[in-house]
């Protein structure tokens, strides 16, 4: 059973951002624990063929990587969104299905590892290197809040496939 808590160590901004992207991060792993091979490639919902266990886990490892690697630090794209077009917006979905839950689970975990030590060395007001809408450099804070907020939008719908799928519902 994966444990996970939203109550912080310490009463900090840092502290609180980065206790609320690791629970939601926890939340989405407990979400995956017990379902089937063949279930996690699975999707229950016929007009939307890319919202699977593996597509979702997907999707939230290589959001955060385009957040803080791409967008936040200037680094270069390496992932599945560099696939991405108009026609196949969402490629880091589609994909999912071919690799093994396990192995999406522990490419999102290292991921974060190496990202919860990103988020410690840099002020919680540096901006990104690389402008978004309108020009606008967003800073760290914003893509912590942004994070937070895409992950547990991606959770729900992690319940309510899984509910589908499986019956399985959870905390």
């Known amino acids: ?14 502290t609180q951002l980065t206790t609320f992207l690791d629970y939601a991060r926890a939340t989405a792993r407990s979400k995956c624990e017990g379902i089937s091979a063949e279930d996690a490639r699975r999707s229950p919902l016929p007009d939307s063929p890319l919202m699977t266990v593996c597509g979702l886990i997907s999707h939230l490892r290589w959001v955060e990587h385009w957040w803080l690697h791409v967008v936040f630090l200037g680094g270069e ?32 975990e290292e991921q974060a590892v190496r990202f919860r030590k990103l988020v410690a060395e840099h002020d919680l007001d540096a901006k990104a290197v690389r ?19 895409e992950t547990a939008r991606h959770n729900g719908h992690l319940d309510i496939v899984r509910e589908l799928l499986d019956g399985r519902t959870g905390k």
């Not at 059973?1 to 900090?12: K, L, Q, V």
């Not at 992932?79 to 999102?108: K, N, S």
């Not at 402008?131 to 907020?149: A, S």
């Open 1 to 14: 059973m994966t444990e996970r808590t939203d109550t912080p160590p310490a009463w900090d901004e840092r």
């Open 77 to 108: 794209d390496a992932g599945p969104l560099v696939d991405a077009t108009e026609e196949d917006p969402d490629p880091e979905m589609r994909t999912a299905v071919d690799v093994p839950l396990e192995q999406l689970l522990a490419e999102y």
């Open 131 to 149: 402008p978004m809408r309108g020009g606008l450099h967003m800073d760290l804070r914003w893509v912590l809040l942004h994070l937070i907020e």
